[in-house]
């Protein structure tokens, strides 16, 4: 892959991060209140005196907005928005696929074939209808390459796993098929370059710095909203 493709690639992050990561991120932070949260009475003082060291209604506050906002809460809006980066993705590669169940074509940068790639978040994010689903498609995509006298490859037909490299037994059930890709494998298969995947990861996180975006003084803010709460309803 040509590097402008992928400096094209690494804006198309920071863009995807700057319209549909953060203001999502940032809009669940704000609509937080406390009846948003399935408290455990049995262990949120306990949490709040481990943290802070006290049981105030701030350290309460913190206990509770800090692994939603920081956690929680990033990880639904990621899984749920990542077509949209998928798409871009696809449109900068040139590799748009109309073939059901195919999200990207791309000329493997190791092996110089054309690959056949449902691309999916994270290594944790299927399930079992997800596997009949993918397999499905895949066993449709060869019978057609059969049928046309297409020179099609189990190997060329993969799923494309952006981040991580734990993958579920969901996973596993489909590579003793067909190749599943995570994290560096996945991109240096798209790009031909084995850091690239740390480039990216690094750039979403410049997106913050480049816009200003002050998270602790948002987050603070919120905890204080929250401890006045507490306060009023005389704890937790």
């Given at each position: 892959?040509?590097?402008?493709q ?7 992050g ?43 209604p701030?350290?309460l ?10 956690g929680t ?41 054309r ?40 190997d ?29 494998d ?17 750039v ?12 602790s ?19 937790l």
């Amino acid at each position: 892959m040509e590097e402008s493709q992928k400096l094209a690639i690494l804006e198309s992050g920071k863009n995807f991060f700057r319209t549909a990561i953060i203001p999502n991120h940032i809009n669940n932070l704000m609509k937080l209140e406390l009846k948003n949260f399935n408290v455990n009475p049995f262990l949120i003082n306990y949490l709040a005196a481990f943290l802070c060291g006290d049981t105030t209604p701030e350290s309460l506050a913190k206990a509770l907005v800090y692994p939603r906002v920081l956690g929680t809460s990033l990880n639904t809006t990621f899984g749920m928005q990542t077509q949209i980066f998928i798409s871009e993705l696809s449109q900068i590669t040139g590799g748009a696929s109309g073939i059901d169940g195919i999200d990207i074509e791309f000329v493997d940068a190791l092996d110089g074939r054309r690959k056949y790639c449902q691309c999916k978040a994270g290594p944790q994010t299927i399930n079992n209808d997800d596997v009949t689903t993918i397999l499905g498609h895949f066993k449709k995509l060869m019978g057609k390459a059969r049928i046309d006298h297409l020179k099609l490859n189990f190997d060329d037909l993969i799923v494309g796993v952006l981040y991580g490299d734990k993958l579920s037994s969901n996973y596993k059930i489909i590579a003793s098929t067909y190749p599943v890709y995570a994290g560096v494998d996945f991109w240096e298969h798209l790009t031909g370059d084995r850091n690239f995947y740390y480039r990216l990861s690094k750039v979403f996180g410049e997106v913050v710095e480049e816009d200003n975006i002050d998270g602790s003084k948002l987050i603070l803010d919120k905890v204080k909203e929250l401890a006045e709460e507490i306060q009023e309803k005389g704890g937790l």
